[in-house]
């Protein structure tokens, strides 16, 4: 029975592509706010990051691929966009799909492992943000 006095266990998912690329939720998540918005900036605001950074993470996700996920428009009278090519679509589809899978073959570990969590900090216990370094 899960405990309801805390957030509960999460299952993220990261793919680590030789020798450095990463893909994982913030990538996906960043993708889908371009999506929604047909925006870089616009995209990072939604995440509460800078242009530059959503704009390098944009560059490093169509380096990764042999097709591009995220296609710019320069300028004009809207001041240019970005939209999503239909690699990008599916590549979204895929790792949200990829999650699903992942969460429901671990499900029944993940409910063991929330179960044998105290109810309660133990005595003494602190917070990761008050954890020393």
Known sequence: MPHTDRPAIRLVLRLDFPPADRLGRGKI???EHIRD???ISAAGRAMDMS???AWLLVDALNGMFDEP???RQ???RQGGGAQLTAFGEVLIQRFRAMEAKALEAMGEDLAWLED???RTPAAGARAPS???E
């Open 51 to 53: 242009y530059r950074r």
């Open 29 to 31: 998540e960043l993708l």
């Open 37 to 39: 918005t047909g925006s």
């Open 116 to 118: 044998q969590r105290p």
């Open 74 to 76: 320069r300028g004009g």
């Open 69 to 71: 996920a995220v296609e």
């Open 130 to 132: 008050e954890m020393p």
